[in-house]
């Protein structure tokens, strides 16, 4: 039963809306300790602020038809925005997380802090114009980015393997707030990642899920009792730092040695082929230049059947499997998301490390969390950052 506790009454009323879709008052009641004419006065406030809609009638249990109510999604708009290695993305949602437009950034050296700002500004302001919007109509942006961070204050801190080295301690959401004139709030990419696809789920018996993401590294966030589960200090990368291997390598030098991520991450995967590459190793890609060949190119052999290629896709899923069960073992999640480059990559990286991880989660098959790429995927970040922004809305 829900009751008077923060947010407010009215708050828990519109989030309960929004997530049944459309519901009768005779469905909100079952679920909040109000009287009936309690209820009917604080949905006609809702209506009359326009936070809510009057639906049509529902099916009679015989007296008159029930009038249905949904949320409102026109009221305001909301910004998601990713900020990522590779590629950052920006969104427009209204309030039922419905994209009204969408842009990918491409992260390169060049792309400073400032100059990100400079573009995210900019395309934020196409939007509005594209859809006759004014910044009044914006409740403000939800910010989902590679950590770690001071959460608090809006900072990205110092992320590691940024193409530009300028992100260093980032007052990303006052650099939001001042040019667009709107509340920024930041959280890490794996959590709005995963606030996202649980959202997505539209499930309320799925109560813990676990979230990977590999991609440059190896990040993660967990839902327990329907709450993202967060630490003393923002370190959604320290799951990388997971030793799988007490002798083994170490990432360009930094980090554990024998960590997931020196075996598990595009660098890694791109470092291991160069290296079979200098040494001789027949491969679609024996006319490039070692240093010259990328992800992109890596995942075009792939795609083509390389033998080289597919061994050390192959080889890095199976890591994935080692480090996922690792995790499975230790959190014990009902349901599993695997995301990020790496993963959507190919089908050869999912279902390998499927297979791995199963075969190494302790009491399978009686134990058997269920796996998923998601539903959102390349999405996830910045929907989760905007239904973030929405969790902050006082309504």
Not at 159 to 171: A, T
Not at 186 to 209: C, P, R, Y
Not at 295 to 317: C, Y
Request: aromatic share 8%.
């Amino acid at each position: 039963m829900i009751t008077r506790s923060n947010p407010s009454i009215k708050k828990q009323l519109y989030n309960r809306i929004s997530y049944l879709g459309t519901v009768s008052k005779a469905d909100l009641l079952k679920d909040f300790s109000l009287t009936s004419s309690s209820m009917t006065r604080l949905l006609e406030e809702m209506l009359a602020q326009g936070t809510i809609l009057a639906s049509g009638l529902g099916n009679s249990t015989g007296g008159r038809k029930p009038t249905l109510f949904q949320t409102n999604p026109s009221y305001r708009y909301v910004f998601g925005l990713e900020i990522s290695r590779i590629y950052s993305t920006l969104g427009l949602y209204d309030m039922h997380l419905n994209a009204l437009s969408v842009v990918r950034l491409k992260m390169d050296k060049g792309m400073t802090p400032e100059r990100f700002v400079d573009h995210v500004t900019k395309e934020a302001k196409a939007f509005l114009l594209t859809h006759k919007l004014s910044v009044q109509d914006v409740l403000g942006m939800g910010i989902g980015a590679v950590g770690p961070l001071d959460q608090k204050n809006g900072v990205i801190l110092k992320p590691e393997f940024f193409p530009s080295d300028s992100w260093r301690n980032v007052p990303i959401c006052a650099m939001i707030e001042d040019r667009l004139q709107i509340p920024a709030k930041l959280d890490n990419g794996a959590n709005t990642a995963l606030i996202g696809e649980h959202w997505a789920l539209k499930d309320e018996s799925i109560q813990h899920v676990l979230y990977i993401h590999a991609g440059i590294n190896i990040r993660s966030a967990m839902i327990s009792e329907g709450q993202v589960l967060r630490g003393a200090v923002d370190t959604e990368g320290a799951v990388g730092q997971m030793i799988i291997q007490t002798n083994g390598l170490r990432l360009r030098n930094q980090g554990n040695y024998g960590a997931l991520e020196a075996y598990v991450s595009i660098l890694a995967l791109e470092d291991r082929i160069r290296t079979q590459l200098k040494m001789g190793r027949s491969s679609l890609l024996s006319g490039l230049p070692p240093e010259d060949v990328s992800f992109a190119a890596l995942i075009d052999a792939l795609s083509e059947g390389d033998p080289l290629v597919e061994e050390q896709f192959t080889e890095t899923a199976a890591y994935l499997g080692i480090g996922l069960a690792n995790l499975i073992n230790a959190l014990h999640p009902e349901y599993v998301i695997l995301g990020g480059a790496l993963v959507n990559a190919h089908p050869l990286v999912y279902n390998t490390a499927l297979e791995i991880a199963k075969k190494n989660t302790y009491h399978y098959p009686e134990y058997s969390p269920v796996f998923s790429q998601g539903m959102l995927k390349d999405e996830a970040v910045a929907t989760g950052a905007a239904i973030l922004l929405l969790h902050e809305w006082e309504g």
